[in-house]
């Protein structure tokens, strides 16, 4: 079956932007975490959602924000666009909410500029 | 945040085992131990997990010891393709899905 997909795979904004990314989890998961990855801070946790729902959220501030729809897809925004903003986004979904294995999707490339 | 300790790089020669360490001693009893890794440019890839036994699929073994303190990711045969870093994780079941990965150890497999 389809892995994970995220869309788009590169983007490109400028300070003071907003970005929308967009992550359809495997057929059939209903969690779907994101995460931000950065040269300088490595893989760090941004939320999880399930069943439409905020279960849990790391730690960066408000202008990251994210929702999942009724068929598990998934969005994440961020607003006011900083240059420390640029990472690589990546989705992982599972099957429910303490599945042990996550499956990740190939992640989002956003550059501020 | 991060509750493991990981050598920051190792190389291994193609062919043999892979042994990577990971120290988790402030572990507690509800948590288990989970192995992450990601090969460049890739998202992360689910290796193994285990609470308190040796575990082994057809990717990779797990060894805890006893105290459950430590634990040792072993690839048995390595090759160019498991050249990647790899995260050593604890996380409590009833969570969620959200995993804390740290800095991991880069893996380089030589030919």
């Known amino acids: 079956k389809a892995g994970v997909t995220q869309t788009p795979r590169y983007l490109i904004k400028t300070r003071g932007q907003q970005v929308t990314l967009s992550c359809s989890p495997i057929?059939?998961?209903?969690?779907v975490s994101w995460y931000q990855q950065t040269p300088g801070q490595g893989l760090q946790f941004l939320f999880e959602?399930?069943?439409?729902?905020?279960?849990n959220k790391g730690n960066f501030p408000g202008r990251f924000s994210g929702r999942q729809f009724s068929n598990s897809r998934s969005e994440m925004n961020v607003s006011t666009l900083e240059l420390g903003d640029s990472a690589l986004y990546l989705c992982?979904?599972?099957?429910?909410?303490?599945?042990?294995?996550?499956?990740f999707g190939p992640g989002t490339r956003l550059t501020v500029l | 945040d991060a509750k493991t300790t990981q050598p920051t790089s190792m190389d291994c020669a193609e062919g043999r085992a892979a042994n990577l360490p990971c120290n988790h001693s402030t572990i507690s009893g509800n948590e288990y131990v989970y192995w992450y890794r990601q090969i460049h440019s890739q998202g992360p890839q689910y290796i193994i997990h285990?609470?308190?036994n040796n575990e082994t699929n057809e990717m990779a073994s797990l060894i805890i010891t006893e105290d459950r303190k430590s634990s040792t990711l072993i690839l048995p045969h390595a090759t160019l393709r498991d050249t990647a870093v790899y995260y050593c994780?604890?996380?409590?079941?009833?969570?969620?899905?959200?995993?804390?990965f740290g800095t991991g150890t880069s893996l380089t497999v030589i030919p």
């Open positions: 285990g609470l308190k």
């Open positions: 994780i604890v996380r409590a079941s009833n969570t969620g899905n959200q995993f804390y």
């Open positions: 992982a979904s599972s099957f429910d909410r303490d599945y042990n294995e996550q499956f």
């Open positions: 959602y399930f069943s439409e729902t905020q279960r």
């Open positions: 057929s059939g998961h209903r969690s």
